[in-house]
């Protein structure tokens, strides 16, 4: 769908009527389904009016999207958009919260050590990894997908990224670093329902209340600060820094243009912001992969034969197709710092304009029948630029990315290849639910696994 452009250029976009309490109060609800009903109303480019944000235009359509994801060389600012929420816990020196000059220099430095000569070795140890985590699964019973594969995912950050091999430190780290995200949900709930100019009053006062999120995200921030802070420093003093592929070595190595390190307050930072962009959302993505496969017992025995080949060209389409009916990821705002005419509207700078992932994916136009499941759509070169962007895009494209893609092609068949999953009798469909600022499966990707035969090697 392609809204008509309006009469005089210089208009803002149309949008839902009411008053943005009334708005929020529809988008807190149900944010799919308040944004779908807007774009069926208003077409590829509307606005919206939320309590404590400023006005955010969607888009929906290829070209707008590019248009948007254009803007991170000129007007448009990603970092600003993620700052009321996420640098508390990544840290100011994040390519998350960051714009600009410092973006790039940090960007460039975290690039480095996701080289693809690199990527590739990492694999075998993820299996590994992935093989440990199953061995410990209930079978015959019903029970939620999802932790498990945060397990995995947080275990795959912990050996692989961080390259701790102290398994006293791991399990340390384990355990405080999901309370260190949950709470920082919690508190950007708050701020939502609040207002973020409300709660960035009342913030320091809720610190000093034990037992309130505020407090308990303080006090597991510093104890993940002690932790990563004593592993930095122990990891410097290691003989054999030089030599170790892992990426927290290979930071510690980074240097920018003018040759000097990071620091420890930054390494910590980018160490974080690995955390915050790898953790729960490549965990959500392998979930949402098994749930869709069981309601799909045609693409699930396919995929059962092409994994047994080690042919992964099906595989990264179950990966993709999953990606795009289920995106883990939104919306990727870009805050203005200056006016941007697009579509033949203007939009004032300091108002928000975001690329809808959810309308975008669904778009007819783009990918026939989009609400089924056809993992075949992605074996060929048919999809077109810019209708498909589970990882963003413009300069802000993830830079984990391609580790993201590798991980889930290294665990996913060892999941087929020891398990067979199935949906619980008579369960439906999983709903998306959203989860800090991902969209999840509401029941956590319930199944029931069996083992299965696995043939000698």
Same mark, same amino acid.
């Given at each position: ?33 308040? &944004? ?90 993820? !299996? ?25 995912? &947080? ?30 949900? /919690? ?9 973020? /100019? ?7 006062? $809720? ?16 104890? #993940? ?23 927290? /070595? ?20 980018? &160490? ?28 699930? !025995?396919?995929?059962?034969?092409? #994994? ?58 783009? $990918?026939?029948?989009?609400?089924? $499941? ?13 209708? $498909? ?8 494209? #993830? &830079? ?58």
């Amino acid at each position: 769908m392609t809204s008509a452009p309006p009469r005089q250029t210089g208009q803002l976009p149309p949008g839902p009527k009411g008053s943005r309490f009334a708005q929020t109060g529809k988008f807190v609800r149900g944010p799919i389904e308040f &944004l779908a009903k807007a774009h069926a109303e208003f077409g590829d480019i509307f606005k919206v009016t939320l309590v404590g944000m400023p006005p955010i235009v969607y888009v929906a359509d290829p070209d707008l999207v590019r248009q948007v994801f254009a803007t991170d060389r000129s007007v448009g600012n990603a970092g600003r958009t993620r700052q009321d929420f996420l640098q508390r816990m990544v840290g100011d020196n994040s390519i998350l919260v960051l714009d600009g000059d410092e973006w790039l220099r940090q960007r460039k430095m975290i690039g480095s050590a996701f080289h693809t000569r690199y990527l590739q070795s990492y694999q075998e140890q993820i !299996r590994e990894i992935a093989n440990e985590s199953i061995d410990t699964w209930d079978t015959g019973v019903e029970f939620p997908l999802r932790p498990k594969m945060q397990i995995v995912a &947080l275990d795959v950050l912990l050996r692989v990224v961080f390259g701790i091999k102290d398994l006293e430190r791991v399990a340390q780290l384990r355990e405080m670093l999901p309370r260190l995200t949950a709470s920082a949900s /919690s508190m950007e709930t708050l701020a939502f329902v609040l207002s973020r /100019s409300a709660w960035a009053g009342i913030e320091p006062i $809720f610190r000093r209340i034990p037992g309130s999120a505020a407090a308990k995200f303080s006090k597991a921030r510093a104890d #993940c600060d002690a932790v990563l802070y004593d592993e930095i420093r122990r990891r410097r003093a290691e003989p054999d820094n030089e030599q170790r592929k892992d990426i927290m /070595s290979q930071l510690l190595r980074a240097t920018d243009d003018d040759g000097t390190p990071m620091t420890d307050l930054e390494l910590r930072d980018a &160490l974080m912001t690995l955390l915050e962009a790898g953790y729960e959302t490549t965990a959500a993505a392998m979930a949402w992969v098994f749930e869709r496969l069981v309601r799909q017992p045609e693409v699930y !025995r396919k995929l059962v034969d092409e #994994c047994a080949t080690g042919d992964e060209a099906y595989l990264e389409a179950v990966i993709k197709e999953t990606m795009r009916t289920r995106p883990i990821v939104p919306v990727m705002p870009r805050a203005l710092s200056g006016d941007l005419e697009i579509a033949g509207y203007r939009i004032p700078s300091g108002w928000w304009v975001a690329p809808s992932v959810p309308l975008l994916h669904s778009r007819e136009e783009s $990918f026939a029948s989009p609400d089924e $499941f056809r993992p075949e759509r992605f074996l060929g070169d048919d999809v077109p630029k810019s209708a $498909f962007v589970p990882f963003g895009g413009g300069r802000r494209h #993830c &830079l984990g990315a391609q580790f993201a893609m590798i991980e889930m092609k290294a665990v996913i068949p060892e999941v087929v290849r020891r398990m067979t999953l199935r949906a619980a009798p008579g369960s439906a469909p999983e709903q998306q639910k959203t989860s800090h600022v991902l969209l999840t499966p509401s029941r956590g990707a319930s199944v029931i696994a069996e083992p299965r035969e696995v043939p000698a090697t």
